[in-house]
T-cell receptor
Framework: AQSVTQLGSHVSVSEGALVLLRCNYS??????LFWYVQYPNQGLQLLLKYTSAATLVKGINGFEAEFKKSETSFHLTKPSAHMSDAAEYFC??????????????FGTGTRLTIIP | NAGVTQTPKFRVLKTGQSMTLLCAQDMNHEYMYWYRQDPGMGLRLIHYSVGEGTTAKGEVPDGYNVSRLKKQNFLLGLESAAPSQTSVYFC?????????????????FGPGTRLTVL
């Protein structure tokens, strides 16, 4: 079964510093991978997605992620953190349901705090 | 386009009471999903639907029922609420045609319903 593991439930970085949020996946089929962001008291918003077209994926708000098959990883990065990046981030992988259609399996989330 | 909307935004129930959460989408999506979000556990799939009139169980279906009578609406019901069902509930929809067709599952989420069961 497909799964994702997010290392670090809480990450704090200083404003202007590099943001690195880790995600490792397990999948028996070529995966489709996603990062979603959730701002306080809001729903989830798609940040970026990997669909096998390119291993380095650029998303909104300056975020990007690199798919590394050899490491089964899809880490999220941003060169310079901004106060507005404070949110919870979820990694997700597409998996196949019992009915043969796809569904998303989410990681447990990483809460990002930005230190002024 | 309103996207995915959820009603109500907040609700407090007493143990044993029932309620229905409504999800509506105006993107003509085939698939719809109900998740619950609990601290430290990410999002867990409760039920989902692959089309009008169809529903299926997800990861944590016990204590919930769903119906999809119209393509744009997906209802989540709690027949007899329990404190363990205190959570934030999210609805999502997607228009994928399936991995076999080379498509992927990009889900669009509603703003959530915060439910407290006392």
């Amino acid at each position: 079964a497909q799964s994702v593991t997010q290392l670090g439930s809480h990450v704090s970085v200083s404003e202007g510093a590099l943001v690195l949020l880790r995600c490792n996946y397990s999948s028996s089929v070529p995966p489709y991978l996603f990062w979603y962001v959730q701002y306080p008291n809001q729903g989830l918003q798609l940040l970026l997605k990997y669909t096998s077209a390119a291993t380095l994926v650029k998303g909104i708000n300056g975020f990007e992620a690199e798919f590394k098959k050899s490491e089964t990883s899809f880490h999220l990065t941003k060169p310079s953190a901004h106060m507005s990046d404070a949110a919870e981030y979820f990694c997700a992988v597409t998996s196949i349901s019992n009915f043969g259609n796809e569904k998303l399996t989410f990681g447990t989330g990483t809460r990002l705090t930005i230190i002024p | 386009n309103a996207g995915v909307t959820q009603t109500p935004k907040f609700r407090v129930l007493k143990t044993g009471q029932s309620m229905t959460l409504l999800c509506a989408q105006d993107m003509n999506h085939e698939y719809m999903y109900w998740y619950r979000q609990d601290p430290g556990m990410g999002l867990r799939l409760i039920h989902y639907s692959v089309g009008e009139g169809t529903t299926a169980k997800g990861e944590v279906p016990d204590g919930y029922n769903v119906s999809r009578l119209k393509k744009q609406n997906f209802l989540l019901g709690l027949e007899s609420a329990a404190p363990s069902q205190t959570s934030v509930y999210f609805c999502a929809s997607s228009s994928t045609q399936g991995l076999a067709g080379g498509r992927y599952n990009e889900q669009f989420f509603g703003p959530g319903t915060r439910l407290t069961v006392l």
